[in-house]
């Protein structure tokens, strides 16, 4: 096996080390890291679209970094068209899960100079970003799920409380009319 195809296969493997994370923070922390073993990139930033569609910052590496205001642009377009892009030294990868986009991925080359991305790194990185995006939205519809418990047990406690509450000023009535009978 040639020494691209090892690269195919163990960003492959990867993927369901993304699957088998069930903490969100964590999975994005992983595959920051992870990406760094196939492209040699040296700033990370990871963006997830909110509720509004405006892009949030979920992680960055290394920490600390500011994201600069034609970066954030340029993740916004490439999060609207929904396709990958190469831009002076950086690689953005839409997150995409069912036909979805839910975010962004930036990389930056190590090597300012070195402005394109071998067609390899762009394969492996789109192969990534999109086992990342399927492993992410798992978590998001699990984390969802798990509201919507929360909110059914507190509606049914409500529900519970409000039946109680009915059943004594049904006795308060019919004690008040026994009284006045």
Do not use: C, W
């Not at 920051?32 to 909110?50: G, K």
């Not at 071998?118 to 998001?140: H, N, V």
């Amino acid at each position: 096996m040639s020494d691209s195809g090892k690269q195919y296969q163990a960003a492959h493997e990867l993927g369901r080390v993304y699957d088998s994370i069930t903490d969100r923070k964590e999975l994005m922390d992983f595959f920051l890291t992870s990406v760094v073993q196939f492209i040699p990139v040296h700033r990370r930033f990871l963006f997830i679209a909110a509720q509004n569609k405006t892009l949030l910052l979920e992680a960055a590496a290394p920490d600390g970094v500011e994201v600069p205001a034609e970066l954030a642009k340029a993740a916004k377009k490439a999060f609207e068209s929904g396709k990958p892009f190469v831009d002076a030294g950086g690689m953005f990868l839409p997150l995409i899960a069912r036909n979805n986009a839910m975010g962004v991925a930036y990389f930056e080359k190590k090597n300012p100079k070195a402005y394109d991305f071998s067609p390899l790194e762009l394969e492996i990185g789109f192969d990534l970003a999109s086992q990342f995006s399927g492993a992410l939205k798992s978590i998001l519809l699990f984390e969802e799920n798990l509201k919507m418990e929360r909110l059914a047990a507190v509606g049914q406690a409500m529900g519970m409380v409000v039946h109680e509450i009915k059943n004594i000023m049904q006795l308060a009535r019919f004690s008040d009319e026994m009284i006045r009978m």
